[in-house]
C-alpha cells in the first residue's frame, strides 16, 4: 500500500498570507494525485487534479506541483474561505490512499 | 446537476450488518465508476471498496475485504454496500463518490454509521 505523508500536521496562519501544504509518497505515484479541500460537516471538495490541474471552478489562487513521490498545494493568499483541512490522495496504486491531512487554522 | 444522495445509516449492534444505498442523478450513471469512502468521526479519509461501471469488477480495503459487498443496479441508478461482521471501528461516515477521470469528483452528502451496543 501506498503510504502518504502530509506535512505540517498543521498550518496557523493569517489571511492574506501564502500557505505550502507538503505530501510525500512512499513510492512514486508520478502525477496521480490530488488535493481536497474538507471543512467541518461537509464532503470533501476536489481542488487540484493530476498533480497540478485546478478542479472546475477552484480559484487561481490554489496550485499544485510535483511528481514521483513529493508533491506541494500552495495557496497563494489565503482567503477566510480557505481554512479547512486539506488531504492528499493517489490513484496510481490499489488501494487508493489519502494522507492523514493538513489543517489550515486562523493564526 | 450531479447529486448523490446515500441512505441506511444508523446505529447496528457490533457483529450485526446493514445495507448502505445511494441514489444518482444529473449524470449517466451506468458510464462511470464508483466508490465507498469513510471517515471515523475526527479522522482522516479512508477509501472502502470500487466498483466498475458495469459492476463487473469490484475492490475492496484489506480492513472490510470479505465482510462487505459493493454493487450497483444501473437500471435504478442506485450504489450499495451491502456490509456484514461490523466492528466498533467501522463507525464512519460513509460517502458515496463518483469517479471522474480517475479522480473523486462529486461526493454524496454521507451517512452516519455507528456500530455500538
Known amino acids: 500500500e501506498i503510504v502518504l505523508t502530509q506535512s505540517p500536521a498543521t498550518l496557523s496562519l493569517s489571511p492574506g498570507e501564502r500557505a505550502t501544504l507538503s505530501c510525500r509518497a512512499s513510492q512514486s505515484v508520478s502525477s496521480y494525485l490530488a488535493w481536497y479541500q474538507q471543512k467541518p460537516g461537509l464532503a470533501p471538495r476536489l481542488l487540484i487534479y493530476?498533480?497540478?490541474n485546478r478542479a472546475t471552478g477552484i480559484p487561481a489562487r490554489f496550485s499544485g506541483s510535483g511528481s514521483g513521490t513529493d508533491f506541494t498545494l500552495t495557496i497563494s493568499s489565503l482567503e477566510p474561505e480557505d481554512f479547512a483541512v486539506y488531504y492528499c490522495q493517489q490513484r496510481s496504486d490499489w488501494p487508493r490512499t489519502f494522507g492523514q491531512g493538513t489543517k489550515v487554522e486562523i493564526k | 446537476e450531479v447529486q448523490l444522495v446515500e441512505s441506511g445509516g444508523g446505529l447496528v449492534q457490533p457483529g450485526g450488518s446493514l445495507r448502505l444505498s445511494c441514489s444518482a442523478s444529473?449524470?449517466?450513471?451506468?458510464?462511470?465508476?464508483m466508490h465507498w469512502v469513510r471517515q471515523a468521526p475526527g479522522k482522516g479519509l479512508e477509501y472502502v471498496s470500487a466498483v466498475s461501471s458495469n459492476g463487473d469488477s469490484t475492490y475492496y480495503a484489506d480492513s472490510v475485504k470479505g465482510r462487505f459487498t459493493i454493487s450497483r443496479d444501473n437500471s435504478k441508478n442506485t450504489l450499495y454496500l451491502q456490509m456484514s461482521s461490523l466492528r466498533a471501528e467501522d463507525t464512519a461516515v460513509y460517502y458515496c463518490v463518483q469517479v471522474n477521470s480517475g479522480w473523486y469528483k462529486y461526493w454524496g452528502q454521507g451517512t452516519l454509521v455507528t456500530v455500538s451496543s
Open positions: 493530476d498533480a497540478s
Open positions: 444529473g449524470f449517466t450513471f451506468s458510464s462511470y465508476a
